[in-house]
């Protein structure tokens, strides 16, 4: 697939948290080595910020992408706070145009906290973010459903649309959730859907290697090329999915990185 910035397609991230274990500029020599077209930074540490140097990593794999916190928020000083602190990276690295968030959790504890995400109209515009910076929620497990409650990824979908955000959609979250992935992603409009979390799942093991669950992922991906999809497909594997070795974890994601390749183009031939 070709990696220039006009080319057509998605293009395809190694989010670090697949080697979240390694130094982020093994990581970033591992993606670019493997063939990836950027990384996923997961904002797992207050010290990952504008003076961190992180400018060196990008030019070995540009760092595309950010996650923010999902953990410890205390230790930015609470979640929006965390989530300006990403910001402000993103606006820092020239190459980053997307931020992808967790959804504020629905606990008693974690709703007192974050009334001001229910108020936010304009996430963008709250986070003081560069223009050329975009963001999404992301979907997160969900129980099997409840007869008292809205669909979730309505919900979230419509969630996104107030904010003026878009979706990440993760497949092994939607997977775990009980959900048909292939269903689910048809009622995903395109212009809502920035990034896709890419992995297998099985029961409820997530972040799998794609094949060693139970996800139809070829199809998954076949339908996102059809659809014309161009913009982030992020592998997001647990650490355990890789071989010790350097060279068996890179071999790994040339591997993985072409059959993915491979379906989406195959879909968007399908499509001509």
Known sequence: MDASPSAPGPRILLSAGCLFHLPLKLIARIGRDAGFDGMELIMNSPKLD??????????????????????D???????????????????????????????PGTKLANMIQNRWFEKACDLPL???AMGRIQFSLENMPWPEGSPFSRDP????????????????????????????????IERVPMDLLYNVHFSDAQGYTEHMTPGAGSLPLDDFLRHLGKRGYARYV???????????DLDGTVSLLVAIREAMETQLVAGNDNAR
């Open 50 to 71: 504008p003076q961190a140097g992180l400018e060196r990593i990008s030019e070995v794999l540009p760092i595309r992408s950010l996650h923010a916190p999902f953990r």
């Open 234 to 244: 992020t592998l997001e594997l647990e650490p355990s999915a890789f071989p010790d």
């Open 153 to 184: 990824l309505d919900k979230l979908m419509a969630q996104c649309r107030d904010k003026n955000v878009g979706l990440t959609f993760d497949v092994c979250h939607m997977g775990v959730s009980g959900r048909n992935v292939l269903e689910a």
């Open 73 to 103: 928020w205390s230790a930015w000083g609470g979640h929006l706070a965390s989530w300006k602190a990403t910001t402000a990276l993103a606006n820092h690295l020239k190459d980053v145009d997307h931020i992808v968030m967790h959804p």
């Open 126 to 128: 709250l986070l003081d």
